[in-house]
């Protein structure tokens, strides 16, 4: 029911996971009643949430409770658990251990080309993040077969996320090789990026799709946070 990447494992503080299907509702009521279990099972004491409306704005919080049109939270208190939604964007999860400051973001295209990761390690720097120790995992989204695009679109991305196929009738974009590219020009070590290669669309069993399922109200939950 929950994915749990390996990239933060040798740091025993952190928590860090990605909901399935299994775990988070239909309903919007399901998804907080979602937030309020993850913190109750993880041992956290509160739980802050992000409004997300495909931009970069990107708020520093200590304390639980949403954030209205924010797509990114980061904090350094510990015992605050930071939780995104998805259903077929992507999510990046960020931890300086080291600092103690950890970020999530929600990245669909429009969030990844107007600078959403480069917001939140920003953020994360202001509180004494160094990107060269972050950790960063890169949940299921989806994938490069599914996600055909406009031209208009595809212009957006460097020539390396785009992929044209004789018998595609329009590009198709790798989101995953996207936020991955950021990621490295931002100055995170590849070494330190886990990038799931689960895609979301065509994996129904396992995850919600917008774009397979016709705009579903199903989400699934990235979250990270630290222990003492």
Do not use: N
Not at 33 to 47: D, P, S
Not at 114 to 128: D, F, K, R, S, Y
């Amino acid at each position: 029911m929950i994915l749990r990447p390996t990239v933060f494992d040798g740091h025993p503080t952190l928590v860090a996971g990605f909901t399935t299907r299994a775990f988070a509702g239909m309903e919007q009521s399901a998804v907080v009643e979602a937030r309020t279990r993850l913190a109750h099972e993880f041992g956290f004491g509160a739980v802050a949430s992000a409004g997300q409306v495909h931009g970069t704005e990107v708020a520093a919080v200590r304390e639980g409770g949403h954030v209205p049109a924010h797509d990114g939270l980061v904090t350094d208190k510990a015992g605050l658990l930071l939780t995104v939604v998805s259903a077929d964007c992507g999510l990046v999860l960020l931890a300086d251990a080291e600092a103690g400051v950890v970020g999530a973001c929600h990245a669909g295209w429009r969030g990844a080309v107007a600078g959403v990761v480069e917001t939140t390690i920003g953020h994360m720097q202001t509180l004494g993040a160094d990107p060269a120790r972050l950790l960063a995992y890169v949940g299921p989204c989806i994938g490069t077969e599914a996600f055909e695009v406009g031209e208009e679109v595809a212009t957006l991305f460097p020539p390396e996320a785009v992929v044209r196929r004789a018998d595609w009738p329009k590009p198709h974009v790798d989101l995953r090789a996207a936020l991955v590219g950021q990621l490295r020009a931002l100055g995170v070590p590849d070494t330190h990026v886990e990038v799931s290669d689960a895609c979301t669309a065509s994996d129904l069993d396992r995850f919600y799709s917008y774009r397979a399922e016709g705009g579903t109200a199903g989400r699934m939950l990235g979250f990270i946070g630290r222990h003492t």
